[in-house]
């Protein structure tokens, strides 16, 4: 993986990642089903230093073996932001606490991304569902990658 800048240079540097620019890690049957299937998830991205910002509670969705997140409030929100500055971070959802790179989403996904919000939270107001499939947060779409094992946060360092 490309490695991004320290220090506050790093925090203005908000280089695109994508697939090309990382090994990519696939899910288990029972990381997508529990995560997929769970209403939120908690998702910390890291700091320049390594250290996990406070947690923020969001929409998930499942799209074939993949997962992905949006921002409402799109690129500008403090908590996507976030997850440009190195673009690694931790989601929790249900019983699953996985470490994960966040990778941009192809665009060309984005009308099947709209329709997994649509179907999942379908018991939710229109009014509330357009915003989360609004152009603002489809320019935020992040797609949720595992990282290894080798790279997992450790109880001491949470």
């Known amino acids: 993986m490309r490695r991004l800048g320290t220090g506050a240079a790093a925090q203005t540097n908000h280089t695109r990642i994508t697939e090309g620019d990382i090994a990519m890690t696939t899910w288990t049957d029972d990381e997508l089903a529990t995560i997929g299937a769970a209403e939120e998830l908690g998702i910390a991205p890291l700091r320049c230093d390594g250290t ?87 320019s935020a779409t992040i797609k949720l990658v595992p990282r290894s094992a080798s790279s997992e946060f450790t109880s001491t360092s949470r």
């Open 52 to 138: 996990p910002r406070n947690p923020v509670t969001i929409w998930v969705v499942r799209h074939g073996d993949d997962l992905y997140v949006r921002s409402v409030n799109g690129r500008t929100a403090a908590w996507f932001r976030g997850t440009q500055v190195r673009h690694e971070g931790h989601i929790q959802a249900g019983d699953i606490d996985k470490d994960v790179t966040f990778v941009d989403a192809d665009p060309d996904i984005s009308d099947q991304i709209d329709a997994a919000y649509r179907t999942k939270y379908r018991r939710y107001a229109a009014s509330i569902i357009s915003h989360i499939v609004s152009a603002t947060a489809r």
